[in-house]
């Protein structure tokens, strides 16, 4: 997309927090949210595992799918990814792989 993600700090500045949960908005950015809140949600330890690119547990990598899928949606303005169908489609053109 261009330029990475501010995964640092929420929108008001203050450092993100391993104990908060975040809401994602993509004209503002991290804003602090309570767990149970009904907007779409990333814990603060998940945030810091994909900032250091050690995503180690379930949740995290459930979390960071979605907030990832809400970011490139938001940025595609809802038109769909088409990287399956040309991976099949370059699987399809190589042929079918054969034994020596």
């Known amino acids: 997309l261009g330029y990475g993600l ?3 700090n929420d929108s008001q500045g203050e450092p993100v927090s391993d104990e908060q949960h975040y809401s994602y908005q993509p004209e503002l950015g991290l804003q ?18 994909l900032q250091q690119e050690k ?3 379930p949740v995290s990598l459930n979390e960071t799918k979605h907030l990832m899928r809400l970011i490139i ?4 303005d809802g038109k769909p990814l088409k990287s399956r169908q040309l ?7 190589a042929g079918p792989k054969t034994a020596n």
């Not at 949606?73 to 595609?76: F, K, P, R």
């Open 73 to 76: 949606n938001y940025h595609l």
């Open 32 to 49: 602090p949210c309570l767990a149970n809140d009904r907007k779409r949600i990333i814990s603060g330890a998940s945030l810091s595992q």
């Open 87 to 93: 991976f099949a489609e370059m699987q399809r053109y």
């Open 6 to 8: 501010d995964l640092n």
């Open 55 to 57: 995503l180690s547990d």
